[in-house]
């Protein structure tokens, strides 16, 4: 079983930065695909941005110039470093192992960008 824990979130400024963490269980972290998502209150899930294993990276056109997502595949931990935050980036961001229907989720970490 894969299992992911989020952590990193919290309270920001606009304009502000955050970094998140994903830590990833299991020996075969490097050959998984990694995504980032985020849930704002009744919206549905999107995807914020995505890396291979190759490191090839995919961002949502909202954030892309903004964020980065990046892998330590030593440490088995997915980074996402979120520059020049917007009030319309509060939401629950969460980390997945990006399989269509795998399903495998963590419990995802609040970020909140106010004024």
């Known amino acids: 079983q894969v299992q992911l824990v989020e952590s990193g979130g919290g309270l920001v400024q606009p304009g502000g930065s955050l970094r998140l963490s994903c830590a990833v269980s299991?020996?075969?972290?490097?050959?998984?695909?990694m995504g980032w998502y985020r849930q704002a209150p009744v919206k549905q899930r999107e995807l914020v941005a995505r890396i291979a294993s190759s490191g090839r990276t995919n961002y949502a056109d909202v954030v892309k110039g903004r964020f980065t997502i990046s892998r330590d595949n030593a440490k088995n931990t997915v980074y996402l470093q979120m520059n020049n935050l917007k009030l319309e980036d509060s939401a629950v961001y969460y980390c997945t192992v990006d399989i269509p229907g795998l399903g495998y989720w963590g419990q995802g970490t609040q970020v909140t960008v106010s004024s």
């Open positions: 299991g020996s075969i972290f490097s050959i998984y695909p």
